[in-house]
């Protein structure tokens, strides 16, 4: 297959590039920052472009690369975030928490409207992985930029999916669970008094159990990838609690449910 990935250079989204060169994909990374070490390693088939997904004219214009060299694309795989500003939403920097929000969210859209039309030419179903979690299925404390924009796309998954219900494409949000990256690091710097008890703790530990849980995270996102989750669409699976290994060949009855969806519970009866 060939397939783009943003957030190529660092954190979950260079661990999954390798893991798909070294499977005989080809892949394109988008990042902010040099990627000449992947290229000059002896893993495979990698190419690369300097693009900020969170400035359109620079999507558009990697897009036009991409295209000039690939006449079809198999997939897309949005890992691109920012952590942003630490700290109660009152007193956020207003710029930083903007620029968080427009990375994460953006940066998840500009990719996928500039890329659209060479998925569409794709010779199987297209597929588009998403990356959430971090505060899209709960309030997170701290987080408030991060956690808005991660749920911002799980809803932007779910409304294209619908969209997009007659295309051959499936487009699925991955939540990974907790995995040591540098966002990692960026909580135990801030400490406890900014980033919260709980947050800080979570950190030593996830840093403290190194690469645990990340082949979880990976295997759901090629899995994703992969015609085993043909017809699986609009959906927020998590690595490490659903049991998507079992949900292969069940996309039309998914269709018609909210399982793996984010949607509004309410009481049976007024309380």
């Not at 990356?131 to 309030?139: N, P, R, T």
Request: aromatic residues 6%; charged residues 25%.
């Amino acid at each position: 297959m060939r397939i783009v990935i943003t957030g190529s250079s660092s954190g979950i989204g260079r661990a999954l590039t390798e893991r798909l060169i070294q499977h005989g994909h080809e892949v394109w990374g988008l990042a902010r920052r040099d990627q000449s070490d992947l290229k000059a390693g002896p893993i495979g088939r990698f190419r690369s472009s300097r693009c900020d997904v969170a400035d359109w004219d620079q999507v558009k214009a990697a897009a036009a690369e991409i295209a000039a060299a690939w006449p079809a694309l198999d997939g897309l795989v949005s890992c691109a975030a920012v952590q942003g500003a630490i700290g109660r939403a009152t007193a956020a920097d207003p710029h930083e928490w903007s620029a968080t929000v427009r990375t994460g969210l953006d940066g998840t859209f500009f990719p996928i409207r500039a890329l659209r039309e060479a998925l569409g030419r794709a010779p199987r179903r297209a597929k588009i992985v998403c990356f959430s979690g971090g505060g899209a299925s709960k309030a997170r404390p701290n987080f408030s930029a991060y956690a808005a924009a991660k749920t911002a796309l799980v809803r932007l998954v779910e409304t294209i999916a619908e969209e997009e219900r007659a295309a051959p494409l499936d487009i699925n949000a991955l939540a990974p669970g907790a995995i040591h990256t540098p966002m990692t690091d960026a909580i135990i710097a801030a400490g406890a008094a900014k980033a919260g008890d709980d947050e800080y703790r979570g950190a030593l530990k996830t840093k403290a159990a190194g690469a645990a849980g990340l082949e979880r995270a990976l295997d759901l996102a090629e899995w994703l990838l992969s015609p085993a989750s043909d017809g699986i669409s609009g959906r927020l699976l998590s690595a490490v609690w659903d049991p998507w290994t079992e949900l292969a060949g069940h996309g039309p009855k998914l269709r018609e449910q909210e399982t793996y969806t984010l949607r509004r519970t309410a009481p049976r009866r007024p309380v």
